[in-house]
């Protein structure tokens, strides 16, 4: 009958006494630098820090998704500077407003690279060599392993080793047979997955610092029937890679045709957003054909690299612009940026540069479906059932040519006089005549802009593919055991040792049990085969 026995063990799994004698203290020696050197970039590259740099990086990018950033939102650090003025400075000199580049959080990329290279190359090369070793000589005593088992065979000992051979090489462990013992080992995939895992966590970083070198982004508001290039000087916006100069930008056009929004009407979550959808048409290169896309939210349009988004929309009222002399100086959309007001409640200005005598100026809000409340004008619904705007005129110098760059969505006042007491409502087809007969406003309809992100990001898809390569390796190491099983034959009796050198989630006793079992069944077929042929 096969016996199981399970002595004392270490914490690595091994036989408690083989452990003692490894464990004991090397003697005291003076240490150099040479030594702490060694010592530091063994305590870089340990698993340990590797882990707390990694969660020391997730850490810092928490303020670069909280915070305004200065290549992101230049306009939204500004207003957070005006709303906490005594806090922004010293969030300034942490750097958390712009936090990807900032040098500490360079700090901590380039020692989670550097760590992750110190433990990676050595054990490529470890397991290369591990690879191609033999499994270690079998223990003299194999019932001091933690499992072991033993029983009798009537096979000489050489028939019985290759009926083990053939039953451990049929469950896909690598064999070393010397003499009269069999050791055989299974689970080399584990340390494969593991060292895949590191290996695509590198890759990762290696991803991002692609995109940061030689990806791009910008954004540009587009009213509805405008077109716009991807060249620098026709975006809004332009944040370039460290390695990107922004001459060889992919040359497409892209045109507006129609911008569609839906809004849940009723319920809870009435005014809520239901569907957004940017008809645009666009060209690929100058003079190549036109083709037609529907850009959503999480549905953007590539072209040619770079993957256009749809991450925001506003209304621009139609306006025009009559001076003294009765001559039209402004007949165009104009957008008007959505504020923290709900159910976009929005401002703008007008500028009519070219009205004579004296240029004239118009801060105003637009109210999408406009309600009187207290005295107060307030939207109850984003989408324009009842458009509304309330205009302030000014008359004077507007300071474009005062050499100091202006704001299109910002008036200066300083070297003008406002010309109306109080802010003048207007409906559309409605016009608003100027006192002293400087001229007139009409507000003609109201339009839509949407707010178009471009980006292109060379490390994308290879970050895309080292993450599902991370997971793979992750599930590799956590469901691959590394385990050893050892057979010797001493005269008629068989003995059977295992050892499993990472066994947390168990099981393994399990598998030696059945593993023994079968060994044992096999040697019993063949000693009764042999007992036939004999008779």
């Not at 072991?148 to 019985?160: D, G, I, N, V």
């Not at 991450?311 to 039209?328: E, K, L, N, W």
């Amino acid at each position: 009958m096969t016996e199981l026995r399970t002595p004392p063990v270490d914490q690595d799994g091994f036989p408690a006494e083989a452990a003692s004698e490894q464990s004991r203290p090397a003697p005291a020696t003076a240490h150099g630098a040479g030594d702490w050197l060694r010592w530091a970039w063994r305590q870089l590259t340990s698993m340990r820090i590797a882990l707390i740099l990694l969660f020391l990086l997730a850490l810092g990018s928490i303020p670069g998704s909280m915070l305004p950033q200065e290549g992101v939102d230049p306009g939204g650090v500004a207003q957070y500077y005006k709303s906490h003025p005594s806090l922004a400075p010293f969030l300034n000199h942490l750097g958390l407003f712009n936090v990807f580049a900032a040098p500490w959080f360079a700090a901590i990329y380039l020692l989670l690279f550097t760590s992750l290279v110190g433990c990676v190359v050595p054990r490529t090369f470890r397991l290369a060599g591990s690879a191609r070793a033999r499994p270690p000589r079998a223990p003299r005593h194999l019932n001091k392993l933690p499992q072991s088992a033993e029983y009798s065979t009537a096979l000489a000992p050489e028939p019985a080793l290759e009926v083990a051979s053939r039953v451990l090489a049929g469950h896909g462990f690598r064999l070393r047979q010397e003499g009269d013992w069999i050791s055989s080992e299974k689970g080399y995939l584990r340390e494969a997955g593991n060292l895949l895992f590191h290996l695509a966590l590198l890759g990762v970083l290696i991803s991002v610092a692609l995109g940061g070198l030689f990806g791009y982004k910008a954004d540009r508001l587009l009213v509805e029937k405008g077109t716009f290039a991807n060249t620098t000087s026709d975006l809004d916006v332009f944040r370039p890679g460290r390695l990107v100069t922004g001459t060889g930008l992919p040359p497409f056009t892209i045109t507006l045709d129609k911008f569609n929004a839906s809004y849940i009407s009723s319920g809870p979550q009435q005014g809520q957003p239901a569907a957004f959808d940017a008809h645009v048409t666009y060209t690929a290169h100058p003079g190549g054909p036109s083709r037609t896309f529907d850009i959503q939210v999480n549905h953007p349009l590539n072209i040619d690299g770079a993957n256009v988004y749809l991450i925001g929309h506003g209304y621009a009222p139609v306006f025009r612009v009559t001076d003294a002399r009765g001559h039209v100086v402004y007949d165009q959309a104009t957008a008007f940026l959505n504020g923290s007001a709900a159910n976009l409640l929005s401002q703008g200005v007008i500028k009519a540069t070219d009205a004579q005598p004296e240029q004239l100026g118009f801060s105003g809000v637009f109210v999408p479906t406009a309600i009187d409340v207290s005295g107060t004008l307030a939207s109850i619904f984003p989408a324009p059932d009842r458009p509304m705007v309330s205009l302030i005129a000014y008359v004077g110098d507007l300071g474009m040519n005062s050499g100091i760059s202006q704001s299109i969505y910002q008036l200066d006042t300083t070297r003008m006089h406002q010309l109306t007491a109080s802010p003048q409502l207007l409906q559309p087809g409605q016009t608003l005549h100027l006192p002293g007969g400087r001229g007139s406003i009409t507000f003609v309809g109201v339009q839509q802009w949407a707010s178009l992100a471009i980006t292109h990001d060379p490390g994308q898809v290879p970050a895309l593919i080292c993450g599902m390569a991370a997971l793979a390796g992750l599930l590799l190491s956590f469901l691959v055991r590394r385990r050893r099983v050892f057979v010797r034959v001493r005269g008629s009796v068989v003995q059977v040792g295992g050892l499993a050198r990472t066994d947390a989630s168990g099981g393994f006793e399990a598998e030696f049990a059945s593993l023994a079992a079968e060994l044992k069944s096999a040697h019993q077929r063949e000693s009764s085969q042999q007992d036939t042929e004999t008779e």
